[in-house]
């Protein structure tokens, strides 16, 4: 199986690299595991990536181009775990996924000559993906031993937004306390917000705090969208206390 994670959204972008799996190895089996990642947005990639790999069976091979350095002298990726394969691009998008496994091995992917400075998802990564999965690992690249580390940011009770989903809430990498109320902060911009143990307990139009799939603090305007009530943006630090 080949789990495709990418910033291309409803673009033909996915079909053709799908396309080049299926010309190479038309058994294959291919799962979107999300493509509406915000544009070259590698903190909400690196977060999808680490959260979700797990519900996956073993052996999968993840191919994730969110790529703004595509066409630049940055590497391209392919890394063996005891379960898992991945391939990416060098920008710390696999870090914190990788911190939770043992690796075995690391392989540098070469660009070929001809391949597009803006399309490595077609040239680079589709075609190692699906030569991963076909059993070639080993020739995709030579070995390396050193990556591009990406640590997404936590320090006690402030951390950052990770990811806005299409709903509109705003998730962040902060576990929750057993409180009833919290008290945020967001740049110059301080809230107070009750916590809800679900979607239908908050009043119309509030703004509130949820404890979202991942397991960590979420804000949500119940029948809106909390991201653009409160004009944030993935990155951004929060503290929440």
């Not at 673009?11 to 799996?21: C, D, L, Q, R, T």
Request: overall charge negative; aromatic content about 10%; charged content about 25%.
């Amino acid at each position: 199986m080949i789990v495709l994670l990418t910033d291309f959204g409803q673009s033909e972008y996915v079909g053709v690299m799908k396309g080049v799996i299926y010309k190479i190895a038309s058994d294959a089996k291919i799962v979107d595991l999300c493509h509406d990642i915000s544009p070259q947005n590698i903190i909400e990639s690196s977060w999808i990536l680490k959260n979700n790999y797990k519900y996956f069976p073993e052996g999968v091979v993840f191919c994730c181009v969110v790529d703004p350095g595509v066409g630049t002298e940055r590497k391209a990726l392919a890394v063996k775990t005891e379960d898992f394969y991945f391939v990416a691009p060098d920008n710390g998008l696999l870090w914190e996924t990788l911190k939770h496994q043992r690796i075995i091995e690391i392989r540098q992917i070469p660009v070929p000559l001809d391949a597009s400075c803006t399309f490595h998802g077609r040239d680079v990564f589709a075609k190692a993906a699906v030569n991963i999965y076909m059993g070639n690992f080993n020739d995709v690249g030579e070995k390396i031993k050193e990556i591009e580390k990406l640590e997404l940011y936590q320090s006690q009770r402030e951390g950052i937004i990770v990811r806005i989903d299409r709903f509109g809430n705003v998730v962040t990498n902060l576990p929750k306390l057993e409180e009833d109320k919290y008290s945020l902060q967001i740049a110059d911009n301080k809230f107070v917000m009750n916590f809800c143990p679900d979607y239908d307990s908050a009043n119309e139009g509030e703004l509130f705090l949820i404890e979202g799939s991942c397991n960590t603090l979420e804000i949500s305007l119940k029948n809106g969208n909390a991201g653009d009530k409160l004009n944030v943006k993935v990155g951004e630090k929060i503290t929440i206390s």
